[in-house]
Structures are given as structure tokens and as C-alpha cells.
């Protein structure tokens, strides 16, 4: 079993930058790959970014690369998202995500356990 709790989240300008975190609990977070995902207001779950289980390998929505970075510290158990240039079509409610498995996915649904969200708003 995996807890997650993100954090982080707020109301930002355009251009601004915000740095969400996510804390996980339990023995598997190490060999769990990790993911971002975000909705907005009517739509789908969407696919932000992702990262192997060494912390190695990312992946991005062709949305957000070049303006956000995830990372992971194993020893702390947390995965990190750093937002910069943000816009609002960026606004959404974020969640992290841990998948107990070696393949990297896109989709939500390989997805083992997942946090409560936080809020991010973009205002223009």
C-alpha cells in the first residue's frame, strides 16, 4: 500500500513559476514509477509527466516540456514537479501518481495509487 499527499499548489501569474511536491508512504516508492497527471474542469485526466523508477528517465506531455521538470529523491520518498512559464491553460487540479511496475505509461489507468490532488491556477 502507497499514500500519497500532494502539496504545493496555489494561485499564480502568468509566467510564474510553482513547485508541487508529492510525499509517499510505504516500502514500494523506490521501485514505483512515478507520474503527474492533471484535470480540469470538464475534462479527462491528462498526462503532465512521468519518471522511472531511478529517477533516469522523464517524460513529458509535448504541453508542458521545456517549461516543467519532474524529479524524484528515493531517500525522501518524494517526486517533485517544478512549473515555470506557466500559463493558464495550465490550471487544474494535480496529482501524483505511483505505478508499482518498470514500464513507464502515459495513461492513467496502469496507475496503482494515487494522491488526493492539488489545486493550481493560472490567472492572466
Known amino acids: 500500500q502507497v499514500q500519497l499527499v500532494e502539496s504545493g499548489g496555489g494561485l499564480v501569474q502568468a509566467g510564474g513559476s510553482l513547485r508541487l511536491s508529492c510525499a509517499a508512504s510505504?516500502?514500494?516508492?523506490?521501485?514505483?514509477?512515478m507520474g503527474w497527471f492533471r484535470q480540469a474542469p470538464g475534462k479527462e485526466h491528462e498526462f503532465v509527466a512521468a519518471?522511472?523508477?531511478?529517477?533516469?528517465?522523464?517524460y513529458y506531455a509535448d504541453a508542458v516540456k521545456g517549461r516543467f521538470t519532474i524529479s524524484r529523491d528515493n531517500a525522501k520518498n518524494t517526486v517533485y514537479l517544478q512549473m515555470n512559464s506557466l500559463k493558464p491553460e495550465d490550471t487544474a487540479v494535480y496529482y501524483c501518481a505511483a505505478d508499482v511496475g518498470t514500464v513507464v505509461h502515459r495513461t492513467a489507468e496502469p496507475y496503482d495509487y494515487w494522491g488526493q490532488g492539488t489545486q493550481v491556477t493560472v490567472s492572466s
Open positions: 519518471i522511472s523508477r531511478s529517477g533516469v528517465s522523464t
Open positions: 510505504g516500502r514500494t516508492f523506490s521501485s514505483s514509477v
